[in-house]
């Protein structure tokens, strides 16, 4: 059975930072890209950064580029955000997704993750 079960997730101030991982079991992991979203009350489902299979290639949304860094560990099947200099507006639950390749729809994604909570307070 596929899990992916994200962690790191919390309260910090703003210009703080939080290191999210997302644990996976039960799929190939080497053989799936890997994509991050967040969900803020009231919004839609957003991009937020995407990576390759092998690390080639990476992608990150207009409002984290420079902040956040995607990352991967394919031998211990973890996949990691680096967040730095948090602003009030990166409030949401972030989710981890894996997919065929990073694209930045979250209808091309396969499986999914339960969610964390990234609470950033002025």
């Known amino acids: 059975q596929v899990q992916l079960v994200e962690s790191g997730g919390g309260l910090v101030q703003a210009g703080g930072s939080l290191s999210l991982s997302c644990a996976a079991s039960?799929?190939?992991?080497?053989?799936?890209?890997w994509g991050w979203f967040r969900q803020a009350p009231g919004k839609g489902r957003e991009f937020v950064a995407a990576?390759?299979?092998?690390?080639?290639?990476?992608e990150h949304a207009d409002s984290v580029k420079g902040r956040f860094t995607i990352s991967r560990d394919n031998d211990k099947n973890t996949a990691y955000l680096q967040m730095n200099s948090l602003k009030p507006e990166d409030t949401a639950a972030y989710y981890c997704?894996?997919?065929?390749?990073?694209?930045?729809?979250?209808?091309?994604?396969?499986?999914w993750g339960q969610g964390t909570q990234v609470t950033v307070s002025s």
């Open positions: 990576i390759s299979r092998k690390s080639a290639y990476t």
């Open positions: 039960g799929l190939s992991f080497r053989t799936y890209a």
């Open positions: 997704a894996a997919g065929m390749s990073p694209n930045r729809g979250p209808e091309t994604y396969n499986y």
